[in-house]
């Protein structure tokens, strides 16, 4: 059931919003750095009806989405607030286009716009954590939205019913994930295979030196250069006690607890490209990490960055 909401939130208060969220060192002139004190008034932008300022230094003319994403955007204050808060929240395109009061379409490109920076901004950096453990999952993908000329290969493949382990060939893309017990940050990463190499890198990437690695007994972790302990999920084995403690800590429960909360993300879109997945899996390793919304997220979220000029 939808629940329209376009017209509960109040636009003087979104637009504070989005200037705190937006700006949080304060609003430049995005020519020269002016700040907004040292600007006048101009006019109001008939389709956003946001103020548009005028810099006495140089010149030059700027609003609230000036150097962001939404810059040139007509959309008002309180579509981009909502529409922030639906693609964080993960909430389906269709639905949350209802509600709102824009197109499908529109919602999509912005969702898609937004997310590719969400993906830019996934940190590179290793995990700090003492133990962390990783693992893989397969998720169900296609074509869709791109022409199709060869009937033999259809836009969205029945991927789950096919042998062995998922590749970005047969359309059941790999996640690989890792996750540290201590600080519960994790890092997600489509692959286009689970070979050796592909996992070790991945290890390797997210992970310390010295920390110890939990993951299964799948043989492409075989290698890598970490203390490692394994369960063998293939006899029933979750957990183990490997020193007599009493305490079972030779396990992957996290990370399959993480690979829940993706499954239950991941559904309500009802079918996805295969080269937009990554997209999605950054909002939710976002949403793991972060938990709450935060200025510096949305700050560089919004960033304009070059690949957009």
């Known amino acids: 059931m939808d629940f329209p909401i376009i017209e509960l939130p109040d636009p003087d208060e979104c637009e504070a919003w989005l200037e705190k969220h937006f700006h949080p060192e304060g609003q430049r002139c995005p020519h020269c750095q002016a700040s907004r004190e040292e600007s006048h008034f101009f006019r109001v932008n008939q389709g956003s009806r946001l103020c548009v300022y005028r810099c006495q230094r140089c010149e030059g003319i700027y609003n609230l989405y000036s150097n962001t994403v939404f810059a040139e955007s007509q959309l008002t204050p309180v579509h981009v607030v909502l529409l922030l808060r639906g693609v964080s929240q993960g909430k389906p395109s269709n639905q949350l286009a209802r509600e709102i009061g824009l197109t499908e ?25 003492k133990e962390t453990e990783s ?89 890598i250069r970490r203390t490692r302990s394994t369960v063998t999920h293939s006899t029933h084995e979750w957990a183990r006690d490997k020193d007599g403690d009493g305490i079972c800590e030779v396990h ?29 899996v950054a909002i939710h390793e976002f ?19 070059s690949f957009y000029c």
């Open 105 to 129: 379409k529109t919602v999509l490109k912005w969702r898609h716009r937004l997310q590719a920076q969400a993906e830019s901004l996934q940190p590179e950096t290793p995990l700090v954590d």
């Open 135 to 223: 693992d893989e999952m397969f998720q169900n993908t296609g074509e869709k939205g791109r022409e199709h000329f060869d009937p033999a290969d259809p836009p969205r493949r029945r991927a789950n019913k096919r042998r062995g382990r998922g590749t970005f060939a047969n359309d059941r893309l790999p996640i690989l994930g890792t996750i540290g017990r201590q600080s519960g940050q994790a890092r997600l990463q489509v692959a286009k295979d689970t070979t050796g190499q592909t996992l070790r890198a991945h290890v390797h990437q997210f992970t310390q030196p010295g920390p110890h690695v939990y993951t299964d007994e799948y043989d492409s972790y075989n290698g």
């Open 252 to 280: 992957t429960n996290t990370v399959e607890g993480m690979w829940t909360g993706l499954r239950n993300f991941l559904p309500p879109f009802r079918g996805m490209s295969k080269h937009f997945l990554s997209d999605y």
């Open 287 to 305: 949403c793991v990490n972060l938990k709450v919304i935060s200025r510096q997220f949305v700050a560089h979220l919004v960033r304009l960055h």
